[in-house]
């Protein structure tokens, strides 16, 4: 190891291997540059993460839509927003992209445009007031979300390029790890206060934000991707409907989609577990608490739950999808037979930092089986249609859990935990993928 590089001597580290490479599925020129890559992609998304913890829509934005004195009730559009608008378009997208042999640009533009889109929120923050701003700042968190689209569909595909299919979950676990230490300690510096924060605080919070889209997309941008397919590069929207025959043709990958349907209970129990814990306080040192949960969920578990996918990404997603579901399904339990426990003020924020870790498996081990199903343009349709269904889906199913949450909140994560008990089962059902040819992007089925 004396000649390495220090790149390659740390990623030497990292893969647990001396020669720090386990380039059977990708060509022999990344492989040289897998070390480089590796890290610029791991700094790239700590950027983003801190950013989304800036302007995350259940926390900061929600406080800031009624900070400026807009009408409470638009605070709800925030979540299907965020989560939907980055989704369904990347059906289109994924045909868009698939048109260009060297991806890593629509990552960069993805990046920018979210930079501008916060900026924009936090000019619409300074300078207007009431309504006007918080319509300005939604109509901005769409161009954000869709945005975002573009990160999703490329990110998935320079990794498969860039990054041998035996270290992407690695590359998410530690991604997910670094990131999580660095918005825990943000979360502890925005609630370590008594005071509630002004407009002017918010919108330098938003600058801020916008900065790190921008440090991400620089970042990004050194990646060294080589070119791949563009096969299917037609019409966007005739490209687009035709992709979706996957969900009929594959049948992996249909399962692997309705697996992945259910487990979104992982994320949308969430905040039915903070409606509950409101009950007992309103303090935002609590809020803070759940913020610093989630982030510290996420320093914890994530490298732990990568280093599994990399074994079994199959086992990752049903282990975290059973256990978001015994979560969801034991506040629900607890909160029906003693509403007024007086143990909620510590339990609720214990139980969603433990939700924060099973859908931190959720997430590493559907992408990392998702990168791994195939190779080529084909793991570009797959990412594109799985999401575009998904972000319908998720509309669905965040609109079926509100209204049986009129019902009371228990019932919504009775509803929820149900749902991940078949997404675990259903993620059973999948293939183990190691017994997959280890062959170079574009030759693998």
């Known amino acids: 190891m004396k000649n390495l590089r ?34 610029r992609i791991i700094v790239a998304n700590m950027f983003t993460k801190i950013g ?18 807009a009408p409470q009730a638009l605070v709800g559009l925030l979540v299907p ?18 048109r260009h042999p060297v991806r890593k640009g ?3 533009m993805g990046a920018v445009l979210q930079g501008l889109a916060v900026l924009g929120m936090a000019l619409a923050v300074w300078l207007l007031d009431a309504l006007a701003a918080a319509l300005v700042v939604i109509a901005l968190l769409l161009l ?3 945005s975002r689209g573009f990160c999703s569909v490329a990110m998935k595909d320079v990794q498969g390029k860039c990054i041998p299919r035996a270290r992407r979950g690695r590359l998410a676990g530690l991604a997910a790890t670094l990131s999580g230490l660095a918005a825990m ?14 407009i002017g605080f918010y919108a330098v919070l938003l600058l801020a934000a916008g900065l790190c889209w921008f440090l991400a997309g620089a970042v990004f941008a050194g990646v060294d991707e080589f070119r791949g397919e563009t096969g299917g590069g037609g019409n966007a929207l005739r490209q687009g409907v035709r992709s979706l025959n996957l969900l009929v043709r594959d049948r992996t990958f249909r399962h692997f989609v309705i697996a992945r349907a259910f487990l979104m209970a992982s994320a949308l129990g969430s905040p039915f577990v903070v409606v509950l814990a409101q009950r007992h306080s309103q303090d935002t040192a609590l809020l803070g608490s759940f913020v610093v949960a ?26 975290g999808g059973g256990l978001a579901a015994m979560v969801c399904l034991l506040v629900a339990g607890l909160a029906m037979l003693s509403p007024s426990w007086r143990g909620g003020a510590w339990f609720y924020p214990l139980a969603f930092f433990v939700l924060a870790v099973a859908h931190s498996g959720v997430r590493i081990g559907r992408k990392t089986y998702l990168v791994d199903m195939a190779g080529g343009n084909k793991r570009t349709d797959y990412t594109a249609v799985s999401n575009t269904v998904i972000g319908v889906l998720l509309l669905v199913a965040g609109g079926l859990s509100a209204g ?18 078949l997404g675990a089962a259903w993620s059973w059902r999948l293939p183990e993928l190691t017994h997959l040819a280890d062959e170079p992007d574009g030759k693998a089925s």
């Not at 829509?57 to 004195?69: F, N, S």
């Not at 300690?185 to 002004?198: N, S, Y």
């Open 106 to 108: 629509f990552w960069v």
């Open 6 to 39: 220090p790149s390659e001597r740390l990623y030497a580290l990292v893969a647990n291997e001396e020669d720090a490479r386990v380039c059977t599925d990708i060509s022999e020129e990344a492989c040289r540059e897998v070390p480089g890559n590796f890290f």
């Open 294 to 319: 989630s982030a510290l969920a996420s320093a914890i578990s994530a490298s732990v739950w990568g280093f599994l996918a990399d074994a079994s990404s199959r086992q990752v997603m049903i282990r």
């Open 144 to 146: 954000f979300s869709v």
């Open 81 to 98: 927003i965020r989560e939907s608008g980055s989704l369904i378009p990347q059906l289109l997208i994924g045909a868009w992209v698939r």
């Open 404 to 421: 049986v949450a009129l019902l009371g909140t228990s019932w919504a994560l009775l509803l929820l935990g149900s749902m991940g008990l």
């Open 52 to 69: 989304d913890l800036l302007i995350n829509p259940k926390t900061v934005l929600a406080w800031l839509i009624v900070a400026v004195g």
């Open 185 to 198: 300690l943000v979360g502890l510096l925005l609630f370590g206060g008594d005071k509630d924060p002004d």
